[in-house]
């Protein structure tokens, strides 16, 4: 038998059995098992509801420094970035500082697009002496 036959053999074989595990089994079988299941379910999807629904992941670009204090604070207190940002904004919104903030946001847009524009600028010319 050839190296090729080795190979397309090899690729015909099953290398794990495929099992069937169904895991309703016991409920298929008692109706009563059903209408609880169903029962509790309707009661987690209504608890659910009751909580705010959550956006997709949205990425953020952050200074190196505010990142690294940002880390280090919800390690400390063993929560995440995202629910640290919600806190803060509903915190603002609350003490009526989101004006503010903005005003902060602007100015530090001002700065990225700055930064962006230098970056930009100098490989432009880097390009250019290559």
């Known amino acids: 038998m050839s190296i090729i036959d080795e190979i397309k053999n090899r690729k015909s074989q099953k290398l794990v059995e495929e099992e069937r595990i169904d895991i309703f089994t016991e409920i298929k079988d008692d109706n009563n098992a059903i209408s609880l299941a169903d029962s509790q379910l309707n009661q987690l999807k209504n608890k659910l509801c009751q909580y705010p629904e959550i956006a997709k992941q949205h990425p953020v670009r952050l200074q190196v420094d505010i990142k690294e204090e940002i880390d280090t ?14 806190a803060l904004f509903m915190s603002a919104k609350a003490n009526n500082i989101i004006a503010d903030i903005v005003v902060m946001a602007r ?10 524009n230098l970056k930009s600028r100098i490989t432009q010319l880097e390009k250019l002496l290559d």
């Open 107 to 116: 100015n530090q847009l001002i700065k990225r697009k700055e930064v962006g």
């Open 73 to 86: 604070l919800c390690q400390k207190e063993k929560i995440t970035t995202d629910t640290l940002l919600e």
